[in-house]
């Protein structure tokens, strides 16, 4: 039997990186049937420096050493956009899963590589795989590049659970997520609703009857928060993240960067614009939209066709 030979720096099933590496392989092996796939990462999963920066240019070479034997090889994740030296020694013909980054961060450097990389990516004119659709405009007149992969085996969930809280977020202490606004937000909203906080902790002045904030908690364990929630206020930088897409399936009002735009493949009045740099009008609209009911929620979304790219 033909074989594959894959490195993946994470498969959890409770981290955003590990599903979608898990559903990519779902699609390889939709595609490969007649393969088997040999797993070339042994280390057990953990968040530090060395996890995270230097293993995955350790597996780079480690594909290096079966691409060199004429095998079949793929590079599933880490794949952010920015990671310009793994877009530079990967093997020629490997089989590379779905990018991911944001185009909405303002740091110098971050925009620098960013760039770099999308250099790259033309350069080598390879077919693309992109987590999301926030760098289509940088690819307009590329045929060979795909979108949204997040959304491959998104699902709707029934829900008959009783609302306990009006709000969730899902907060992480990342500069680059708008946690100003976020905690801006957690503290006023508070004043009037109850909301459940997931993630990290949060700063303790913000500690009142109607917050309440759960550290570290599995995906199961989220999903029942999500699903007693009525609403939810999205991080700044990606408006399509698992977390984002948890609460579309249950059906949650979702509050969103205004900067982040849904490209016309995606269509839903679940989604509602806030601006994170203007706080006041922001709160203001979200209390004034939890007064509004919408008479039917709708997220419609048109895929592409994921095994196209790997035909290619």
Known sequence: MSKIYYWANNTKKNSGEGILALNFLSLLKKKYKNYSFIKLNSFTHKENFFYNYILPIFGVFRLWKFHIKGKKVCYINYMP????????????????????????????IYILLKHIGIFLLKKKNNPILFSHSQFRKYFKSNK??????ILYNFKFKKNFTKKKFDFIIYFRKNKNKGNDFLIY????????????VI??????????????NYKNVNRKKALKFISQSKSSIISKENSLSFFALDCVSYNLNIFHNINDKFNGAIKTNIFNTIKFDDFN??????TKNLAYKKSTKYFKFKLDNFLDYLNN
């Open 81 to 108: 956009i920015w990671n310009i030296l793994i877009l530079m020694i990967l093997p020629k013909k490997t089989i590379v899963g779905p990018i991911t980054g944001s185009n909405l961060k303002t740091n110098i």
């Open 144 to 149: 060979k590049v795909f979108y949204n992969f």
């Open 199 to 212: 993630g990290d902790s949060i700063p303790k002045y913000l500690e009142n009857k109607n917050i309440f």
């Open 185 to 196: 937000a957690i503290e006023k909203l508070s004043n009037k609703f109850k909301i459940v």
């Open 281 to 286: 009008y922001s709160i203001k609209k979200i």
